[in-house]
């Protein structure tokens, strides 16, 4: 799982930079964790995470957001609570959960939100 860079979001998430509407710049649909490592929720879904990127392989990316590094990446979203999981379709808007979900309820917004087509 990649720790996204404010570079690395730009080029494989979303130029907030260039653009003022969302535009999906990836190649695969993913899935970003805002986290931050004092934060026990966020402890709880990582474990979680690793074992949807393996089971997504090559349908998903997942990635992880430092928000205590990646102040203007949380800012830019306006995260107020972490864990917060931001889901990324291909086509269409972004949604946003908040808290640590169970497997089960990610599993199930992974495939509505990022593999509806």
């Not at 899935?31 to 393996?54: G, H, N, R």
């Not at 979203?77 to 086509?91: A, N, V």
Request: hydrophobic share 40%; with cysteine.
């Amino acid at each position: 799982m990649e720790h996204l860079t404010k570079e690395a979001f730009l080029e494989k998430v979303f130029n907030f930079e260039q653009n003022k509407d969302w535009k999906f710049e990836g190649e695969l649909p993913c899935l970003i964790d805002f986290y931050a490592d004092w934060c026990q929720p966020c402890k709880m879904v990582a474990p979680i995470l690793e074992e949807l990127s393996t089971e997504y392989a090559g349908k998903i990316n997942i990635y992880k957001i430092d928000t205590e590094e990646q102040t203007e990446l949380a800012a830019a979203f306006g995260i107020r609570s972490i864990p917060s999981l931001l889901f990324c379709p291909k086509e269409g808007q972004p949604q946003m959960a908040m808290g640590a979900l169970p497997k089960e309820t990610m599993r199930q917004a992974i495939n509505d939100v990022l593999l509806k087509n």
